[in-house]
C-alpha cells in the first residue's frame, strides 16, 4: 500500500486548507445567523458566496473520478471538508446525498433524465434527495422495502412513504431517486428498482420534516417524510436495468460511506484542536486543565483512535482504487463503524473540557456530536455492517 501525497494532492490541500481558514471558518457565525434569519429550508445565503470562491479556487466536485482524483486523493481533501461540516463540503459541491445521486445519474440514468439533472447538481443550481429509508419496516435490511413500483401505460406508479429523505425540504431540492419494490415474488436483490422522480410530480407529498437531536438541519435542506401517493413517471426515469434497484444502491452506498468517514476524521481533528486550546487557557485546582493527568489521558487516546481511523480509512480507499468496492468491503463495513464511533468519543471529551460551553451554540462541538452520533445510523447501522463483516471474515473459515 503506497499512501505517499501526490503534487496534485498536496497543491488541493494547500487550497482546502486556505479556503477552510480564510473563509470557511469566519463564515460560520454568519451562516448561523443567516439560518436564523431565513426561511426555516433556505439555504443560508453566504453558501452562494462560499460557491463561488471554491469554483475560482480549484476546490470544485472534487469528488468526481472524471476530476482526475482516486479515492484514496479524494480522502485527503473530503478529510478537511469535515472541519466544518455543515459548510465546506456544501461549498464545494461535495456534500451527501448529492454526491451520491450524481454519481447514480451519471452511470445509470438514461440520456434524456441525465441532460435534463446532471448538469444542473453538478452546477450546484439544485438539490436532490436518495429516498429509500421507510418508517414502517426496519430498512436496516433493504429486503424489507415495501415501497411498490408497478409498471403500467409506458412508465411507473409509485406507492409508499419514506422518510430520512436527505435534502428533501429545501426549496431548491427538485429530484428524487426512490427505491422500491417491482417484482416481490423475484429471487432475492432482484426485487427492486430505482427511479427518478422530479418533486413536481403529482402524487409526491412532503408530509414533515425529522430533525436531528432537536435540530432541524434546515440550512442544509433537512430531512423528510415523503408519500409517494400514486405518483406516475415515464418509463425513461427507469435507473439502470428493471429489478437491479438493490445492486446500484450498494455501488451508491460504498463510496457514501467511505466519504463521511472522511469528513468524520476532519471533525475529530478540529474538535482535537479546540479541545487543547481550551484546555491551555483554563485553570482548576491550581493548574491548567492541559497540566491535569486526566486531560493528559485524552488526549493521548484522541490522538491515537484518530490516526487508527486516518490509516484503515486510507487503507480503504486505496482498495476501492485497486481491486474495488466489492474487494474492499470488509474495510468498508468496518470505517462505517469504528469513524463515527471514534469522532463521537473525540468530541464528546471536547465537549466535557469546554464544560457548560461544549453544549451550547458558542462552539461547534455539539452539532458535530450530533452528526457524528446520527452517522452511526445514516447509510446503515453499526449492528449490520458488523454483521456483514463478520460474516465476510467466517467464510474464510468455512468456506461457505
Known amino acids: 500500500m503506497e499512501f505517499a501525497q501526490t503534487d496534485k494532492v498536496k497543491e488541493l490541500q494547500a487550497k482546502a486548507f486556505d479556503f477552510l481558514n480564510e473563509l470557511v471558518i469566519p463564515a460560520e457565525p454568519v451562516y448561523a445567523q443567516q439560518e436564523h434569519e431565513i426561511g426555516p429550508w433556505d439555504t443560508p445565503p453566504i453558501i452562494e458566496d462560499l460557491k463561488i470562491e471554491a469554483r475560482a479556487r480549484g476546490l470544485w466536485n472534487l469528488f468526481l473520478p472524471a476530476i482526475g482524483l482516486t479515492n484514496l486523493e479524494y480522502a485527503q481533501i473530503a478529510e478537511i471538508t469535515g472541519r466544518s461540516p455543515w459548510i465546506m463540503p456544501e461549498a464545494m459541491n461535495c456534500s451527501a446525498p448529492d454526491t451520491g445521486n450524481m454519481e447514480v445519474l451519471h452511470h445509470f440514468a438514461t440520456p434524456a433524465v441525465k441532460d435534463k439533472w446532471l448538469p444542473q447538481l453538478l452546477d450546484g443550481k439544485i438539490r436532490s434527495v436518495y429516498s429509500m429509508t421507510e418508517p414502517a419496516v426496519a430498512s436496516s435490511d433493504a429486503n424489507n422495502i415495501a415501497t411498490r413500483i408497478y409498471q403500467e401505460k409506458g412508465g411507473f406508479r409509485i406507492q409508499g412513504t419514506k422518510w430520512w429523505s436527505s435534502g428533501a425540504m429545501s426549496p431548491n431540492c427538485k429530484i428524487a431517486i426512490v427505491l422500491g419494490v417491482t417484482n416481490p415474488d423475484g429471487e432475492k436483490h432482484k426485487t427492486q428498482s430505482m427511479i427518478a422522480v422530479p418533486l413536481d410530480t403529482p402524487g409526491v407529498k412532503i408530509l414533515r420534516s425529522t430533525g436531528v437531536f432537536g435540530e432541524s438541519?434546515?440550512?442544509?435542506?433537512?430531512?423528510?417524510?415523503?408519500?409517494?401517493?400514486d405518483v406516475w413517471v415515464p418509463e425513461d426515469h427507469l435507473?439502470?436495468?428493471?429489478?437491479?434497484?438493490?445492486?446500484?444502491?450498494?455501488?451508491?452506498?460504498?463510496?457514501?460511506?467511505?466519504?463521511?468517514?472522511?469528513?468524520l476524521i476532519?471533525?475529530?481533528?478540529?474538535?482535537?484542536?479546540?479541545m487543547c486550546e481550551r484546555a491551555k487557557s483554563r485553570v482548576a485546582f491550581g493548574k491548567t486543565v492541559a497540566e491535569q493527568g486526566v486531560f493528559q489521558d485524552w488526549v493521548a487516546e484522541a490522538r491515537i483512535k484518530i490516526e487508527m481511523v486516518r490509516l484503515l480509512v486510507l487503507k480503504t480507499a486505496w482498495l476501492m482504487d485497486t481491486v474495488g468496492n466489492r474487494g474492499a468491503a470488509v474495510e468498508?463495513?468496518?470505517?462505517?463503524?469504528?469513524?463515527?464511533e471514534m469522532a463521537a468519543w473525540v468530541i464528546d471529551h471536547a465537549i466535557q473540557t469546554f464544560g457548560g460551553m461544549g453544549v451550547s451554540q458558542d462552539t461547534p462541538l455539539a452539532?458535530?456530536?450530533?452528526?457524528a452520533r446520527m452517522l452511526r445510523l445514516a447509510d446503515g447501522p453499526d449492528e449490520v455492517h458488523k454483521m456483514a463483516l463478520a460474516r465476510r471474515e467466517l467464510k474464510r473459515y468455512t468456506g461457505k
Request: charged share 20%; proline share 3%.
Open 217 to 229: 438541519d434546515g440550512g442544509h435542506g433537512g430531512h423528510a417524510v415523503i408519500h409517494y401517493d
Open 239 to 263: 435507473l439502470g436495468e428493471l429489478h437491479g434497484g438493490f445492486a446500484i444502491g450498494q455501488a451508491r452506498l460504498g463510496p457514501g460511506r467511505i466519504h463521511h468517514a472522511m469528513r
Open 266 to 274: 476532519g471533525m475529530a481533528e478540529r474538535a482535537f484542536d479546540l
Open 332 to 340: 468498508i463495513s468496518a470505517i462505517k463503524v469504528a469513524a463515527p
Open 367 to 371: 452539532r458535530m456530536y450530533g452528526q
